[in-house]
């Protein structure tokens, strides 16, 4: 069983940055892939950024590529995303998820979801 914190949201101008972290609970968070998604006012959830169990591997959505970066600390059990030249399309709630092995992603459902942190970008 693994449960995931998610915390780092808040409201922030166009072009500006925010880092969002998600702990960890359990000592197998290292056998975990963990991604990172978001969910828009009437819109599906959708995925964001990904990053295998090692942290060697990362994967993004073709609308965050070169301004988000996902990352993890497996000794602090937390994964990160750093979100910089922020827009509004990026508003949405920010949702955590593991997957143990591969990294969870559209095609690779999520084992463990996080409770989700309010992200809102102002034009």
């Known amino acids: 069983q693994v449960q995931l914190v998610d915390s780092g949201g808040g409201l922030v101008q166009a072009g500006g940055s925010l880092r969002l972290s998600c702990a960890a609970s359990g000592r197998t968070f290292s056998s975990y892939g963990m991604g990172w998604f978001r969910q828009a006012p009437g819109k599906e959830r959708q995925f964001v950024a990904g990053?295998?169990?090692?942290?060697?591997?990362?994967f993004y959505a073709d609308s965050v590529k070169g301004r988000f970066t996902i990352s993890r600390d497996n000794a602090k059990n937390t994964v990160y995303l750093q979100m910089n030249s922020l827009k509004p399309e990026d508003t949405g709630v920010y949702y955590c998820?593991?997957?143990?092995?591969?990294?969870?992603?559209?095609?690779?459902?999520?084992?463990?979801w996080g409770q989700g942190t309010q992200v809102t970008v102002s034009s």
């Open positions: 998820a593991a997957r143990r092995g591969t990294f969870p992603s559209t095609s690779s459902h999520p084992d463990y």
């Open positions: 990053i295998s169990w090692g942290g060697s591997s990362t």
